[in-house]
């Protein structure tokens, strides 16, 4: 489990340093005051692989494969402070053991030799022209060893490794919106049925909390794998009829029972999910996350959402962290004030700022 975090030079983080992570974590702030660029940071940590990077850039940022063609030199501008590349960037996580995992990225526009990398939906195979403009985003992770650059150029992007199998599945992050196509989901959901048939009641549980008249899953391989719902005395339908909600919820509840010892990071946790079903979520993740041995990192700018984690959490006070990302007015700098739970209930009820409007 992560117990710290340090930041330098990565996103809007400039130097910050993170203390006292629970087991279950709730981060709040106004917009752009880091929290996704902390579960950012906290997915590099623990993932380690050119393959996160791409995650980070396509599916989180929403980088333009385009762009990147067209002037490669920026592609990787974005994960850096105020977007210069003079300094490198630092990520050193402690463990709950001591353990450290110390990442660094840096870019260099000069270097000439490449090597192959395992060829990839989102990785070109084919070496950029020596006379294309190119960027190299170098990768080194001191504890792993597992060092390798990620290279962009008119031609697309390349990786180089001087390993074969770097993902370290550590870490899984879920976008705002469930970032699971239905095929995922549905072999996801066959993985763990096929464990254990107690995970098939887990998942079902979670859908009823959403819509109670949800009554079966099944997958079926019509075309391709898909999960299929059934509400009372209707036909079943694919999931994505179902709502963002189902969706993502889906996603998170497969996240943490398919990989124990692990760390489920979920970007905008409320979305989707109405407030009256928002303390009934949170007492499952709690549960599980106990059960599976999985930290959980969430961000909301719900009211309703830090109120319902901060009831449920008074029975889980061992495990249950809240942290308030505020940007200095004076200095732009992002630290992270972690309110104890019963000064958190204190302030929600006299509706004191806690989401960084203090």
């Avoid at 999910?273 to 961000?299: C, D, G, P, R």
Wanted: aromatic share 8%; hydrophobic share 35%.
């Amino acid at each position: 489990m992560i117990e710290s975090i340090e930041i330098k030079n990565f996103r809007c983080f400039k130097d910050t340093k993170i203390t006292q992570f629970g087991g279950v974590n709730l981060l709040g702030g106004l917009n752009n005051s880091g929290k996704t660029a902390l579960l950012e940071a906290l997915f590099l940590t623990e993932t380690a692989d050119a393959f996160s990077i791409l995650f980070l850039q396509k599916q989180i940022r929403k980088a333009s494969y385009e762009f990147n063609k067209q002037m490669p030199e920026r592609t990787w501008d974005t994960l850096f402070f105020q977007q210069i590349k003079d300094h490198e960037i630092e990520l050193k996580s402690i463990d709950n053991k001591l353990n450290e995992n110390t990442i660094t990225l840096s870019c260099d526009e000069n270097k000439k030799e490449l090597l192959n990398f395992s060829d990839k939906e989102e990785v070109s195979s084919n070496f950029p022209n020596k006379e294309t403009s190119k960027s190299i985003l170098n990768v080194k992770t001191k504890e792993l060893g597992q060092d390798f650059s990620l290279v962009s150029s008119r031609e697309g992007i390349v990786g180089r490794s001087d390993k074969t199998n770097l993902k370290l599945n550590k870490a899984h992050f879920i976008t705002t919106f469930s970032s699971l196509s239905p095929s995922e989901l549905a072999k996801t959901y066959d993985a763990v049925r096929y464990d254990n048939d107690m995970n098939e009641e887990i998942l079902l549980d979670a859908f009823q909390i959403i819509d109670k008249t949800i009554e079966k899953i099944d997958v079926f391989s019509i075309g391709e794998p898909c999960l299929y719902l059934q509400r009372r005395n209707e036909k079943k339908m694919p999931i994505s009829l179902f709502g963002d909600a189902i969706n993502k919820v889906a996603e998170i509840i497969l996240r943490i029972i398919n990989n124990e010892n692990s760390i489920v990071l979920i970007d905008e946790i409320e979305n989707g999910i109405h407030f009256t079903n928002q303390e009934k979520i949170w007492e499952m993740l709690f549960n599980l996350a106990i059960e599976y041995k999985v930290q959980i990192f969430s961000t909301t700018h719900s009211l309703e959402m830090i109120k319902a984690f901060t009831s449920v959490a008074q029975k889980f006070p061992e495990d249950a962290a809240y942290f308030e990302m505020v940007r200095s007015q004076k200095t732009q700098k992002i630290k992270a004030i972690k309110h104890n739970l019963d000064t958190l209930n204190f302030e929600l009820e006299r509706n004191i700022g806690i989401r960084g409007d203090s």
